[in-house]
Nanobody, 114 residues
């Protein structure tokens, strides 16, 4: 059984920064993909960024240049550093692990005030 625990969301002013963390536990394949998605009520969940266990990354266009995804040294933790935040970044951010899965975290709210 795989569990994902997220942290780091909150309220920030436009132009500010937040760092999200997600730690996975359980039976996880050595090669896997972890990522962040976000969802606004009434909209579909959308990709923010992903990173493979080998370090290859992929970003949504809106995230390029502002967000950075990375892995912890233990490889079962993924971070999302978000800089230059905008009000339109307000959403619930979900961590995902693809390892036989996919598996999802419970979500963490990010609110950016103007």
């Amino acid at each position: 059984q795989v569990q994902l625990v997220e942290s780091g969301g909150g309220l920030v002013q436009a132009g500010g920064s937040l760092r999200l963390s997600c730690t996975a536990s359980g039976s996880i394949f050595t090669f896997n993909v972890m990522g962040w998605y976000r969802q606004v009520p009434g909209n579909e969940r959308e990709l923010v960024a992903t990173i493979t266990s080998r370090g290859s990354t992929n970003y949504a266009d809106f995230a390029k240049g502002r967000f950075t995804i990375s892995r912890g040294s233990a490889k079962n933790t993924v971070y999302l550093q978000m800089n230059s935040l905008k009000p339109e970044d307000t959403a619930v951010y979900y961590c995902q692990l693809v390892s036989r899965g996919p598996y999802w975290g419970q979500g963490t709210q990010v609110t950016v005030s103007s």
